[in-house]
DNA sequence: AAAATAATTGCAAGCTTTTGCGAAATACTG
DNA sequence: CAGTATTTCGCAAAAGCTTGCAATTATTTT
């Protein structure tokens, strides 16, 4: 069994099973607890999984390059996330909106009649706004980074000086309260606290499994950013403490 | 039997079984280890299959991918523009592609061991490079022209100023021998011009039925570009006149 | 048709990746 | 805080891959 099938197994069966220690992925597989402990670690490099003590959990990482689009489910989380976003929406705003899916499905779920500027350095997201007429894109260049398919770097940086938003809407590979909003990438850590800057306010947009994750590099602590929303009731038990911000 | 039958049947046996080993292959066509080994590495150049230790796999197998159709018609005007165009590239070469068709093409057929920085101001190129591992992209970022797909603006130029790019693929409307290069939109006509600027050598890819068009603006006259490639024969009739130019 | 050139093929030696094992370290549990 | 479960690390064997070279075959040129 090649190692790509093997890995290719063990996220469809995350798809199922939301968490798997390592133990039974060896007997399913075949093969020895190393040789999945190392898959498992190369997905987890490609974020494309979450390795915790006792297994690895999905991390709904959904590549926009894998044909997910149009991908916002009915009544899934991530749509309650962005119909609670789309409420902040307001005409003749500057938004920004840096890469991630969360932004992309945003975009796409913009009102054709809303007049915007949005603010990217999101390939896929410029596209996905290609038959809203209303919007004007602003597309930030720099070197490309295919992985996370945005462009990054100095010139990015010297772009978003220049700029004042009105809403930033950042997204995050986790939140927590103590450690506050996290993400894989160094670079991009940096990149969204400049975009931060670049706004009048930021909003962050997770959806219930980001909750308590907490990933490398810290973009801010909580208090920093001026309203989080999620698919959860604000009132909900796994959002105490998460004091100074507004919950939504 | 023959080097291309051979690779059809490798394309064939993947679709159905996802994957296979050289080994196996190699005992299968009753041709030595390397022979596939070499056939394969030929194919993954083109992108029709993915190599990887132990094996190789269909490519649609590990992303989903497969729904993208390469949009070149076998045999077609383009194809034979795209491959002497493609005969062109070097390794670490610095290239700028603009926006349009016949350059979002050429990228996708860019063999994917080739080691180039590409620059463009055309998210959907950049994009359509995200599975070539040597390419490095640059995105220009500005004002996003939803119709055209492209960046432009006062930003774009900016940061081409800073480029030395070896060679200029340039996508136009139209070709005449007296009116030179032209193009529909006025603002990037002055777009090509300033990349034309920064790479040493700019070369035009048209086909056919592009020769003799004349549109609104002119990019330059013919003899300032250092080759014409079109489909056909350089020493075709339609092509008398067009002095000052490499023909290919 | 002969010579020159180019493309293809197979081989062998050397190199890299992958794998499983056992010991050691670390994290959880009651 | 001890005991158990889980994870990490280093290593060496095995499997697989690469590279240069020389022989062969095909193609083009003279």
Do not use: W
Not at 212 to 239: H, R
């Amino acid at each position: 069994m090649l190692k790509e099938e093997r890995q290719q197994l063990i996220l469809e069966h995350l798809k199922a099973a939301k968490k798997i220690n390592l133990g039974d992925l060896s007997n399913m597989l075949k093969v020895s607890y190393d040789s999945v402990r190392r898959d498992v670690i190369e997905l987890e490099d490609k974020g494309l999984l979450k390795k915790v003590h006792g297994g690895v959990v999905s991390n709904s990482y959904l590549n926009i390059l894998a044909g997910q689009r149009k991908g916002v489910k009915k009544g899934g989380d991530l749509e309650i996330v962005i119909s609670k976003a789309l409420k902040f929406l307001k005409n003749n705003q500057i938004i920004i909106l840096d890469g991630g899916t969360t932004n992309f499905f945003l975009a796409e779920q913009i009102p054709k009649s809303l007049t915007l500027t949005v603010i990217t350095n999101s390939p896929p997201l410029a596209m996905a706004l290609n038959e809203h007429e209303n919007v004007e894109v602003i597309l930030l260049g720099g070197r490309y980074y295919k992985r996370y398919q945005i462009a990054m770097g100095p010139e990015v940086s010297n772009q978003l000086k220049r700029f004042n938003a009105d809403l930033y809407f950042m997204g995050v590979n986790g939140i927590d309260k103590t450690k506050g909003l996290t993400i894989r990438n160094y670079e991009e850590s940096i990149l969204k606290q400049q975009m931060m800057a670049a706004a009048k306010s930021t909003i962050c947009c997770v959806v219930e499994e980001k909750i308590g994750v907490v990933e490398a590099y810290q973009i801010c602590p909580i208090e920093k950013i001026d309203a989080l929303i999620t698919n959860l009731d604000p009132e909900n038990y796994s959002l105490i403490g998460y004091d100074g911000v507004v919950m939504v």
